[in-house]
C-alpha cells in the first residue's frame, strides 16, 4: 500500500496554513525583529510575515480585496488561538528568531 507523506507546502494544506509556512520562511530568508511589522532592511515580526506572505495587496483606495482579508485573517486567527495576542508573543522580552519559525510551522502543521 502506498502512503503518501504529506510535508511543508504540498497538496492537502489549507491556504491558512500555507500562509504560516510562508511566513516562516520569509522570516528565514530575510530576519526578524520586533516592535515592528516590518523594517526598512525587510526583518518582519510574526504578524509582518503572515501579513507579507498573504500578498500584502494594494488597491487604489488602500482597502484589500475581502477574499484576500478572509484568508489572511484566518491565517492570524489560527496563530492567535495558539499563542494569544500574536504582537505581546512576538515582542516577548526573551523571544527568538528560532522560536517564531518554529511556532508559525507547528500551528501551519496543526502540532
Request: proline content about 4%.
Amino acid at each position: 500500500m502506498f502512503v503518501e507523506e504529506k510535508t511543508q507546502g504540498e497538496v492537502g494544506l489549507d491556504e491558512a496554513s500555507k500562509i504560516l509556512l510562508k511566513a516562516a520562511s520569509l522570516i528565514e530568508e530575510r530576519g526578524w525583529c520586533q516592535h515592528a511589522l516590518e523594517t526598512h532592511e525587510g526583518r518582519m515580526c510574526a504578524n509582518g510575515a503572515v501579513w507579507i506572505a498573504a500578498g500584502r495587496p494594494v488597491s487604489k483606495d488602500g482597502v484589500p480585496p475581502p477574499e484576500w482579508h478572509l484568508t489572511y485573517r484566518a491565517a492570524r486567527t489560527r496563530l492567535w488561538s495558539s499563542v494569544g495576542h500574536v504582537h505581546d508573543w512576538n515582542d516577548a522580552k526573551d523571544r527568538t528568531q528560532a522560536e517564531v519559525v518554529a511556532k508559525l510551522r507547528a500551528v501551519a502543521l496543526g502540532l
